[in-house]
């Protein structure tokens, strides 16, 4: 597969369960992104890594644990959610972490109940 | 805090007609203004991006204006097509700084 690509494209999760997202870059790029995407409210970036280490935390919740184990691969592990953290996940790399153009996945829908 | 205002909320456009969306910024350091389109199902892709130094750059059917005193920028879509119906997503940010600074999207629709 080429691009940026995110598994699972859906998740339903309890808020006492641990789960993980995943996200794998396969353009040689050296920064990932997490973001939220929420309905009428602009993407929010919550963390930012470049060359493997974290440059950016945008003040997320600790229920939110990001892992970048290579340049390729971003995690992002979650637990004891809220219902009000349902909303689409979405990855992107570019390829370095000073403006260049970010390459999305599609995203992870989650749903906490 | 820093923001981009985008509108309208949605937008519906015939086919073969001009759709015009919208965006206003506050920091005036910003200065790289990227499009992204995204379709159901799929993350958000670049569509077309203007630094300060030119009031408009053009695409195809594609043109983004800039209005440097007036802190706004705008995507004008020529001869909008039913492929075009997505959502759109304005952004700012400062050059060599990863954050991108997104608007609230705007969903457009072009009908036959």
């Known amino acids: 597969e080429t691009g940026v690509t995110q598994t699972p494209r859906h998740l339903v999760m309890g808020m006492t369960n641990k789960k993980s997202l995943k996200c794998e870059q396969h353009?040689?790029?050296?920064?990932m992104y997490w973001y939220k995407q929420s309905a009428k409210k602009p993407l929010e970036l919550m963390f930012v890594?470049?060359?493997?280490?974290?440059?950016e935390n945008n003040s997320v919740p600790s229920r939110f644990s990001p892992e970048c184990p290579n340049s390729s691969h971003l995690f992002l592990h979650l637990h004891t959610l809220q219902p009000e953290d349902s909303a689409l996940y979405l990855c992107?790399?570019?390829?370095?972490?000073?403006?260049?153009?970010?390459?999305f996945g599609p995203g992870t829908r989650l749903t906490v109940l | 805090q820093q923001q981009v205002k985008q509108s309208p909320q949605s937008l519906i456009v015939q086919k073969g007609g001009i759709s015009i969306i919208n965006c206003a910024y506050e920091n005036t350091a910003f200065d790289y203004f990227p499009w992204y389109q995204q379709f159901p199902g799929k993350g958000p892709a670049l569509l077309i991006a203007i630094r300060p130094d030119v009031s408009e750059k053009k695409e195809g059917r594609f043109t983004i204006s800039f209005n440097k005193s007036a802190k706004q920028f705008s995507l004008h879509i020529m001869d909008s097509q039913p492929g075009d119906s997505a959502t759109y997503f304005c952004?700012?940010?400062?050059?060599?700084?990863?954050?991108?600074?997104f608007g609230t999207g705007t969903r457009l629709t072009i009908i036959p």
């Open positions: 992107a790399s570019s390829l370095s972490g000073g403006g260049d153009t970010q390459y």
């Open positions: 952004a700012a940010s400062l050059s060599g700084n990863e954050k991108l600074t």
């Open positions: 890594y470049s060359l493997e280490e974290r440059v």
């Open positions: 353009l040689g790029h050296n920064a």
